[in-house]
Every structure is written in structure tokens, then in C-alpha cells.
């Protein structure tokens, strides 16, 4: 029987779980694990979902149940949470830093890219507001003239 | 109305609209007439549908007699279907979903505002919830029905068209009834919604040169489960699964 593991613990583990569908980025750099709390013998995982259509959700709540089980916790509860609604300023800072590294062009309040996460130009444009996930938008840089995702701000 | 039966009530008026217009805008995956398009019609199917749940999943709460969201939306037969008649519309060609997607969305992203204020936590929430997809959804169509409205002699044509053609299944969306007046405070009152939406149209319309007919008549029924033939079609297709093999699991 090892030892109960604390809440930090318990985020740094969750820290390793990747998302399903952009696995270079953990679900807490994503922001949406919005609470860890130990409940008795158990611990309670609050997720909010990133759209509510979106077929990563039902993945990363069972992702996350197996990398805690694996870790030795048991009695995990996931709990929904719709409220407040998830927004792209939840991305952690190096959340942020991987997506561009990764060749996803993070968000920006001003509603595009800040540049081409290829080339670095910042000679881009619009294809579609809607891309290959939910979360994300087509875009195209004029400069190497490579299409690319950039992450929705929402 | 009891409070509750009302609130039942409108949740399926939300959910079944969801729904309704996720199957239809889903009809065009694989099929879309250029390939940005294709996917961003399957995204806005893939949020109306992820809204469905949520919606019906309350309704089936708020019910409280043991179904769940997938039992309201595969084992419920048209006339016990409470969405709007515009979204039960078929796809026709592109001008015609687009059009029907700019009617829809401008109401939606309304109605979704009045419900965000909602004093149901649960309702506010999905509310809220929504309000950020669709505001995507409602940016795209306007553009869309601007573009091709001002585009070339075919495609305005085929806009307005379609916009004929729709108009008098927009009507409903601003008319109320019992459920709506027993549920002051949690949902708004749907007349109120009108003045925004008409502004919505109207900016678009002008710079897409189209014009609103000018007979208002509209036809009434979709909220309270009388139907055109076009549902039954359609949930033959969505539930057909459920229908042969009861119970089947993913």
C-alpha cells in the first residue's frame, strides 16, 4: 500500500497525460483540468470540455482515470464542468510555446496569428475559420506559402 | 404549465433544433462543394451535436423518468419532436443550407444570449457554453451569404432563392406560447429576440443584395410536434440504427 499522493502530485502526473487529438500538449497545458481535490480514499478530477461537440472529451477523461490508476490511484471520479465556459487564455505559457514549436500557430486576442509558426513570417491568410479539429482554423503563409493550423481563440 | 413540464418542454425546443440541424448540416460530409467547406459544415454539425447533448441531456434530467439524452434522440417519433420547422427544411443546394444556417444562427446566437442571463444555473451554463461556437457559426454564414449574394448573377440568384423560399419558416422562431410564458426569468420571451435579429439580416442583406420578401406569413408547428413531411425522412436515417437493433452500444 503506498502513500496517499497529494493534490501537487496528482497534478504533475496529469501534467503527462498528452491531449488525444494535439499530443504535444498535456490536458493541463490545455486548461482543462480546472480542479484536483482528494476525496476520502479518491481524489475528483473536474475537467471542462474545450467544444462541446468534441471527441477528445470522452478520450482524455478515460486517459486521465489510466494514468492515475497506473500511478496506483484508484477511486477516481471525473467530474464535468460547463461553467465558466473554456477559454483559449486557460493554455499555459508553455502550452503555448509547444503548439508553435509543434507548427500550430497558438491563439491571439487579435482573432489570427501572430506569424507563421514555419517560417516566422508574418505575411499570412485566412483559408477557413474551420479546420481539422474543432479547436482550430485553416491559415496559409504567403511567404513560404505552406498551409498551417492556427489554434482558435475562444 | 407546471414549471417543470415547461422547462421539459423547452429543452427539447433547444436540443431538437440542435439536433435536427446537425443531422441535416451533416448530410454534406463528404460532399461539401470544396473541401474548406466540407470540413467546416462537419465541424458546425459536430458542435450542434455536441450542444444536442447537453440540451437533451438536461431535458432528460429535468424529466426525471430515467432516459437518457440518446433515448430522447433516437426513440422519439416526429410528433413528440419539438424543433424549429426552418431546421427540418432539406438541403437542396449550397445556397439553400447557407441561407438556412444564416437565418438559424442569427436567432441562435440571440436566444443563446437571453439564456446565458437565464436565473437556471444549468441552462446558463450550456448557454454560455454555446454561445462561443456559434458565434463562429454565425460570423461564417453572414460571410458566406454576403459573398455569394453579391457574387456572380447564378449564385444571387440561388440566394435569393433560397431566401424566398425560407422566409416564412423564420416567423416561428419569434412566436411564444405557454412554455415560454411559464418561464419568465429562465428563458427569454422569444418576441423579444426579433428586433436583433432583423438588424442582423438586414446589415447582411444590404451588402449581399438581397432582398426580405415582404409577405410575413409564417408557418407555425415545429415547437409543438406538428411537422412537415421532411422529419420523418430524416429521423428514418438518424434513428434507424436504434430502431433495428434496440439497445445496440458503440
Same mark, same amino acid.
Given at each position: ?6 493534490? $501537487? ?60 490508476? $497506473? ?66 482554423? $485553416? ?16 | 404549465?407546471?414549471? /417543470? ?13 440542435? @439536433? ?15 473541401? #474548406? ?34 433515448? %430522447?434522440?433516437? %426513440? ?14 432539406? /438541403? ?10 444564416? @437565418? ?28 462561443? #461556437? ?9 460571410? %458566406? ?34 412554455? #415560454? ?27 449581399? /443584395? ?9 408557418? %407555425? ?30
Amino acid at each position: 500500500m503506498c502513500e496517499k499522493p497529494d493534490v $501537487a502530485q496528482i497534478w504533475e502526473w496529469l501534467g503527462d497525460v498528452p491531449d488525444p487529438e494535439i499530443p504535444v500538449i498535456s490536458v493541463t497545458d490545455l486548461g482543462i483540468v480546472r480542479d484536483v481535490v482528494q476525496d476520502g480514499d479518491g481524489v475528483i478530477v473536474t475537467v471542462t470540455p474545450t467544444y462541446s461537440g468534441c471527441p477528445a472529451t470522452a478520450v482524455i477523461s478515460l486517459d486521465i482515470q489510466t494514468a492515475l490508476r $497506473a500511478k496506483g490511484v484508484e477511486n477516481i471520479t471525473i467530474k464535468m464542468q460547463l461553467a465558466p465556459p473554456w477559454t483559449t487564455d486557460w493554455l499555459t505559457r508553455s502550452g503555448r510555446q509547444k503548439l508553435q514549436n509543434y507548427g500550430i500557430a497558438p491563439p491571439s486576442a487579435a482573432g489570427g496569428p501572430q506569424c507563421c509558426p514555419q517560417c516566422g513570417s508574418q505575411q499570412t491568410e485566412k483559408i477557413s475559420q474551420f479546420g481539422s479539429t474543432p479547436c482550430k482554423a $485553416a491559415w496559409r503563409c504567403k511567404s513560404c506559402l505552406e498551409p498551417f493550423d492556427y489554434f482558435k481563440c475562444i | 404549465m407546471d414549471q /417543470n413540464d415547461a422547462l421539459f418542454r423547452f429543452l427539447l425546443r433547444m436540443g431538437d433544433s440542435t @439536433l435536427i440541424l446537425g443531422h441535416r448540416v451533416s448530410e454534406w460530409c463528404g460532399r461539401g462543394p470544396m473541401l #474548406e467547406e466540407d470540413i467546416a459544415m462537419a465541424n458546425i454539425a459536430l458542435d450542434l451535436i455536441g450542444q444536442t447533448q447537453l440540451w437533451l441531456g438536461l431535458a432528460a434530467e429535468v424529466e426525471n423518468k430515467g432516459r437518457s439524452a440518446d433515448d %430522447l434522440a433516437y %426513440l422519439r417519433d416526429a410528433f413528440d419532436f419539438h424543433n424549429l420547422l426552418l431546421v427540418e427544411r432539406p /438541403n437542396q443546394d449550397f445556397a439553400h443550407t447557407l441561407m438556412r444556417q444564416f @437565418l438559424f444562427d442569427a436567432w441562435h446566437k440571440g436566444m443563446l444570449i437571453g439564456l446565458a442571463d437565464s436565473s437556471d444555473v444549468r441552462v446558463s451554463a450550456i448557454a454560455q457554453k454555446s454561445l462561443k #461556437e456559434v458565434s463562429y457559426h454565425l460570423d461564417r454564414s453572414r460571410d %458566406l451569404v454576403i459573398r455569394l449574394g453579391d457574387g456572380t448573377a447564378e449564385s444571387h440568384k440561388r440566394m435569393q432563392d433560397a431566401l424566398d423560399i425560407l422566409w416564412p419558416y423564420t416567423g416561428e422562431m419569434f412566436v411564444g406560447d405557454g412554455v #415560454e410564458a411559464s418561464l419568465s426569468g429562465i428563458v427569454p420571451d422569444p418576441a423579444t429576440l426579433r428586433f436583433e435579429w432583423d438588424q442582423t439580416l438586414r446589415a447582411a442583406f444590404e451588402q449581399g /443584395n438581397l432582398v426580405i420578401p415582404e409577405d410575413d406569413f409564417a408557418h %407555425l408547428g415545429g415547437k409543438s410536434g406538428r411537422h412537415s413531411e421532411h422529419l420523418g425522412f430524416l429521423l428514418a436515417e438518424m434513428q434507424f440504427l436504434q430502431r433495428a437493433y434496440p439497445g445496440a452500444r458503440w
